[in-house]
């Protein structure tokens, strides 16, 4: 991983327990696999535990590490370092994708109530005038307030699953989209199923949390976007691609429709574009995902994974091979 996340990733508790679990061959960062160091831990390592910055994990470099068995990711996707000639060998990967959920979906909860509330747009009026709301400021808005607020999730992620979850503190109806789900087990999570387009006509908030694949690229298109009825608050925490952002941008500039983006197509935008200078789209840089002090809860997951594999367990967060095509 990258030198700089060590401390982050693995705060001293966390160390600890990753030195009484395992033994380092080295004891500090491995950032390039071609250097001297690499190599001599290469040829007997186990277990790789990797981070953000990981070279890739080829089938070059597998035939240097004759002993390994297993690949822990001690942060989200796997997809864009490690090659699919690791389960070739039978290496077991894990990922600590369920970790950095947890963040993300906090910001996403965070998201939906202060969007259903108007806060952005009824703050930028406050801080420009210093004067108290008025009757005419409320009578602008479609709607305000969660009660009796309807949900649409696109994608039973492990984020969209925990958003499922957080909304119960809210007197919400979800609704879900995800092919891959079916009556049963979207009741099961808190949720009615339903078809993208019936989600996105007739929620108050549309919240993304869907993978990037080829498939799921342009899922919030132009025509979905006009079926989304006046008010509706999109939230993308997922990624930009999902949402045709140009498509989105005149239903924002108009105020047909609010926004939080973590994320957008292109990203960041660019300087001029709309989008920066309305009140009621809020842009956040990126940074719903695990930041500062939440970082160290992927170590932490890594490391319980590590103790599993030593014990001879099967991992708690594994990363199949039959679900690379479509998870993040």
Same mark, same amino acid.
């Given at each position: ?24 061959? %080295? ?58 000639? $690791?389960?070739? /060998?039978?290496? =077991? ?33 406050? /801080? ?11 009578? /602008? ?40 789900? #079916?009556?049963? %087990? ?46 509706? *608050? +999109? =939230?993308?925490? $997922? ?8 498509? *989105? ?10 926004? =939080?983006?973590? =994320?957008?197509?292109? %990203?960041?935008?660019?300087? #001029? ?9 809020? +842009? ?9 002090? %939440? ?15 030593? /014990? ?17």
């Amino acid at each position: 991983m990258s030198p700089g996340l060590l401390d982050d990733v693995f705060p001293p508790p966390v160390r600890a327990r990753l030195e009484e679990t395992a033994d380092l061959l %080295e004891p500090s960062v491995i950032s390039e696999f071609d250097s001297p160091d690499a190599t001599r831990a290469l040829a007997s390592a186990e277990v790789l535990l990797t981070g953000w910055g990981c070279p890739p994990v080829d089938a070059a470099l597998l035939d240097r590490a004759p002993e390994l068995r297993a690949v822990i990711h001690a942060a989200g996707t796997v997809k864009t370092f490690l090659s699919p000639a $690791a389960y070739d /060998r039978g290496i =077991v990967v894990s990922s600590a994708a369920a970790a950095n959920a947890v963040p993300v979906a906090e910001f996403t909860l965070a998201a939906i109530i202060m969007g259903a509330k108007r806060v952005f747009p009824l703050a930028g009026l406050f /801080r420009a005038r210093r004067t108290h709301r008025t009757g005419a400021d409320l009578d /602008r808005q479609h709607w305000l307030g969660t009660h009796g607020l309807t949900v649409g999730v696109v994608g039973a992620s492990r984020i969209g699953r925990r958003v499922i979850e957080l909304l119960r503190v809210l007197d919400a109806r979800v609704l879900l989209y995800d092919p891959y789900v #079916g009556d049963a %087990e979207a009741e099961l999570i808190g949720a009615t199923r339903t078809d993208l387009d019936t989600l996105v006509a007739t929620s108050d908030v549309v919240t993304v949390h869907a993978p990037d694949t080829p498939e799921t690229r342009g899922l919030i298109d132009a025509r979905r976007i006009n079926l989304m009825r006046p008010g509706t *608050l +999109l =939230v993308n925490t $997922a990624r930009g691609p999902l949402v045709d952002t140009e498509a *989105l941008t005149g239903h924002l500039v108009s105020g047909r429709l609010d926004a =939080v983006l973590d =994320v957008t197509s292109p %990203e960041p935008l660019p300087a #001029g574009h709309p989008l920066w200078e309305l009140p009621n789209v809020f +842009l956040t840089p990126h940074l719903a995902g695990a930041q500062g002090n %939440e970082v160290g809860r992927l170590g932490a997951l890594a490391v319980d994974e590590l103790a599993r594999y030593a /014990r001879g367990e099967p991992f708690g967060h594994p990363v199949h091979r039959a679900d690379l095509g479509r998870i993040a």
